[in-house]
């Protein structure tokens, strides 16, 4: 079988070097959507609600931007078409967000600003697998870490840059948000469009021809697990069953968090689950062949290695995401005693937090450089325990710590579990993914980030609220308990899943 040749560095480098211009986009999310959602008027309560678009748009775009990145061939590419169209749209929306006059109104373009920075970044996983031969997939993703964390670091400073380097006012009016947001976002839309635009035209990929020739000799019949694979049409109801039912719950859950304003969600959620179940019955019946529903019936024959992975993927990102919601409502209330958002005191902490989060991307992309390492020393499942362990430990350590010049310190652990979480999952996981579906299945796998997020919305804010008093610094701790049971899963991923 033809083998990949192996790259050299700076053609690695150029392939992954749009990953810092996605990063400046989730990095200035990350940081700064509580803030305006606080600023435009928002609960803390309410805050992990208001976030659902986030994980909810990657549950339904990233799937299918998979699914189609592997039929599409012209002449920018197999997966850079997406990487610049979804570039494009998300700078605009990078421009648009923070000037949203209301919640409604920011809730929404967190919905398209997400959706748009995942068409983007989706490709990029497939992207390395498909141009790496296996023994540089973890250098491949580990130098996706590296720009991950990069990009992160300058994009989460850049309110508290732009106030302390280039007086920009960091303070406005009731219902308003602060200059040095808004000229963060403008220039986190530009660097956004001009790194991904670098890895479009500065990249080359292999034409389907090229990549059946990788292909040639393997064993189609087995998805990686050592089973054969049954007849597609034997998942086809079952599929649809757990589908509505995983919809239904989750909307139902939701529904029970803010009264009627959630209904609307709860409604549309039941409705893509009808829509899905619809498209199921018309491509059984003949008249359409359709791709949303053949992502169903992958998601239903993944390797054992990816439902492995999928365990600890959920608990590792159950825990990022209750950092992003509640870092800034935490430290600005635990560390700085400040809970009004027009207030200096408030301001002061919400910009620290972005220091704090461009810490822990700079350590990450330290990290980042030493995995690889590590991995070869002690294999990717007990460097991912070890890391996670540490990152874990980092976040619970945010309740006792109450100077906030001191968070970071916990950030490096933070950091160590951020460069691990994006790189050594999907180095154990590639290897037992064929070529010729390599973005779909990246795109399901993208699943089990975008669903514990879906639920950490629908529970943490009821949590919070029910059992802490409504204190927003044991989110933090929450967190930090998951990704430590995060780490121990990993035990559970197969010995031979190494690379």
């Known amino acids: 079988m033809k083998q990949k040749p192996q790259l050299g560095f700076w053609q690695i480098w150029n392939m992954c070097f749009g990953f ?95 959706a748009s920075i995942n068409v983007s970044m989706e490709p990029f996983r497939a992207f390395v697998g498909d141009n790496l031969p296996k023994q540089q997939r973890t250098q491949g993703f580990a130098m996706q870490s590296f720009f991950i964390g990069s990009g992160a670091i300058v994009a989460s400073a850049l309110p508290w840059m732009m106030t302390n380097w280039f007086d920009v006012s960091n303070t406005a009016a009731v219902g308003q948000i602060p200059d040095s947001v808004k000229w963060s976002f403008y220039l986190g839309g530009i660097v956004f469009l001009l790194a991904v635009s670098w890895t479009v035209f500065s990249s080359k990929e292999y034409s389907p021809e090229e990549i059946a020739e990788f292909e040639e000799g393997e064993d189609t019949t087995d998805d990686g697990s050592g089973q054969a694979l049954r007849p597609v049409s034997s998942y086809r109801k079952g599929a649809v069953i757990w589908m509505i039912a995983g919809v239904g719950f989750t909307a139902w859950i939701v529904a029970s968090q803010l009264d009627q304003q959630l209904y609307i969600l709860a409604v549309g959620l039941v409705a893509f689950g009808f829509l899905q179940w619809l498209a199921g019955a018309l491509q059984s019946s003949g008249r359409v062949d359709n791709g949303v529903y053949r992502i169903v019936e992958d998601l239903f024959r993944m390797p054992r290695v990816m439902k492995q992975l999928a365990v600890v993927q959920f608990f590792s990102w159950f825990a990022l995401f209750a950092m992003w919601i509640y870092g800034t409502a935490a430290v600005t209330a635990h560390h700085f005693g400040a809970t009004d958002t027009t207030g200096a ?124 008093g409504g204190q927003a610094i044991y989110g933090l701790v929450i967190g930090g308990s998951l990704m430590i049971v995060a780490g121990m899963t990993t035990l559970l991923v197969d010995k031979d899943a190494e690379p």
């Open 345 to 468: 005191a408030y301001n002061e902490g919400a910009n620290w937090v972005g220091v704090l989060f461009a810490s822990y991307n700079g350590f990450a992309a330290l990290a980042a450089i030493a995995i690889p390492l590590l991995a070869r020393l002690l294999g990717c499942r007990w460097s991912h325990l070890v890391n996670l362990t540490i990152g874990g430990v980092s976040l619970i350590s945010f309740y006792f710590v109450r100077d906030p010049s001191w968070l970071i310190v916990p950030m490096v652990g933070v950091g160590i579990a951020w460069a691990s979480i994006v790189s050594l999952p999907y180095a154990l996981l590639s290897d037992v993914l064929p070529t010729a579906k390599m973005g779909i299945y990246m795109g399901i796998f993208n699943f089990f980030i975008v669903i514990p997020q879906l639920i950490a919305a629908a529970v943490l804010g009821l949590l919070l609220r029910e059992f802490f």
């Open 20 to 114: 810092l211009g996605i990063q400046f986009g989730f990095a200035l999310q990350n940081a700064n959507v509580s803030r305006i959602f606080q600023t435009l008027g928002a609960e803390i309560e309410n805050l992990p609600i208001l976030w659902v678009a986030a994980p909810l748009t990657g549950l339904i775009v990233q799937p299918i931007i998979g699914y189609m990145s592997d039929r599409t061939w012209n002449r920018l590419g197999r997966r850079r078409p997406y990487f610049l169209f979804g570039a494009i749209v998300a700078s605009l929306a990078l421009f648009a967000m923070p000037n949203s006059p209301y919640l409604w109104v920011a809730a929404g373009m967190l919905w398209i600003m997400d």
